[in-house]
């Protein structure tokens, strides 16, 4: 049995220690927010938060996430609340949205550690995840969005 913390909740999985954490989240917990899009770390569909950093569960063994606490798309709001949703709804970001949670929990780590990004920082951030529509102009206004809302309910 493997022990992982998600969302806040303890669960006990019957698991191999090098499952990815991604087929953990999607397979064992129902969590499907979380998408495979490679399986070799390189397009950023996969990332959630392990102890507030991104993190690509493709390739991260559940194993080496005990005793630290992960966050999934879902766990980052219920009612699609948290800024980023509201910001990427406003800015009407996705289009066939496959990428975008992974998108938003890479930028809600951004916004995390910088709450007023330069367009610099975003670019630099969000490197690597990639988005096949290409809304990256619309991604980085809605993180610029988000850090507005986010300072105004400071």
Sequence with gaps: MIEINVNGQIHALDIAADT???W?????????GTKYGCGM?????????????????????????????IKTIEG???DSSHPLQ????????????????????TAAA????SPTPSDADI?????GNLCRCGTYSRIRKAIHRAAEIMRSKA
């Design 20 to 22: 990815p954490l991604l």
């Design 24 to 32: 953990a989240l999607r397979d064992n917990l129902g969590l499907t």
């Design 41 to 69: 770390s390189l397009c950023g569909a996969c990332i959630v938060h392990v102890d507030g950093e991104p993190m690509r569960s493709c390739v991260t063994p559940v194993s080496s996430v005990v005793s630290k606490k």
């Design 76 to 78: 980052l709001s219920t």
């Design 86 to 105: 509201q910001a990427w709804i406003a800015e009407e970001v996705p289009q066939c949205g496959y990428c975008q949670s992974g998108q938003i929990m």
């Design 110 to 113: 951004l916004l995390a550690k």
């Design 123 to 127: 670019d630099s951030a969000m490197n």
